[in-house]
């Protein structure tokens, strides 16, 4: 056994873990915090991508104890300011798992860029890839801020996606990295457009 400290989220977060703990497993059985998910333990979906001192990394790929002592964001750290949790479980509650800015009662303002762009762009089907694209998106869109439709793909490359066949995540990064930049909606613009103009 060992002790490891990490800073998630900004939290202090300590343990006394099986040397053989995934970093994976510290986030979601220590820190509990499960957006982080499980999609192979092989280095292959892209379910599980954190930031560590800020390099995104496949969080099944890496012990807890290789990174004692680091600075880790996860899912739940990039619109953590205003979103309330859910006190109280009730029907209205559980319905809003089909509509969870409501159930958090949230808006498209209190979150990420790209998370916003994945909402508005219905980028999202299960969600089971989300966490990991949007981590992988936007530490992609701060390094380049300009990218091509290709680049997204190329970037997004370690990412599996059983549902959406990526068109929309892609529109959803052209957009994020739009809004990143600063730049003007286009008047009357929809989700897409930038796919349209360049053959999708
Ligand atoms: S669970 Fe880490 S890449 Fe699939
Ligand atoms: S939305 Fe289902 S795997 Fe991507």
Do not use: W
């Amino acid at each position: 056994m060992q002790k490891v400290c990490l800073t998630v989220n900004g939290r202090e977060v300590s343990a006394e873990i099986d040397e053989r703990t995934l970093l994976l497993e510290f986030v979601r059985d220590v820190a509990g915090l499960t957006g982080t998910h499980n999609g192979c333990l092989e280095a292959r979906c892209g379910c599980c991508v954190i930031e560590v001192d800020g390099d995104v990394v496949k969080s099944c790929n890496v012990l807890a104890v290789q990174v004692d002592g680091a600075e880790v964001t996860t899912i739940e750290g990039l619109a953590p300011q205003r979103l309330a949790p859910v006190d109280h479980i009730t029907t209205q509650s559980l319905a809003g798992m089909y509509r969870p800015l409501e159930a958090v009662r949230g808006t498209p303002d209190d979150l990420h860029p790209v998370q916003a762009a994945f909402h508005r762009c219905h980028a999202v089907q299960c969600g089971f890839c989300t966490p990991g694209m949007v981590m992988v998106l936007k530490d992609y869109l701060e390094e380049n801020p300009e990218p091509t439709r290709d680049d997204v793909r190329r970037a997004i490359a370690g990412n599996l996606c059983r549902c959406t066949g990526y068109q929309h995540i892609v529109d959803a990064a052209m957009e994020a990295a739009a809004e990143l930049r600063g730049d003007p909606a286009p008047e009357g613009a929809a989700h897409g457009a930038t796919a349209a103009a360049d053959g999708g």
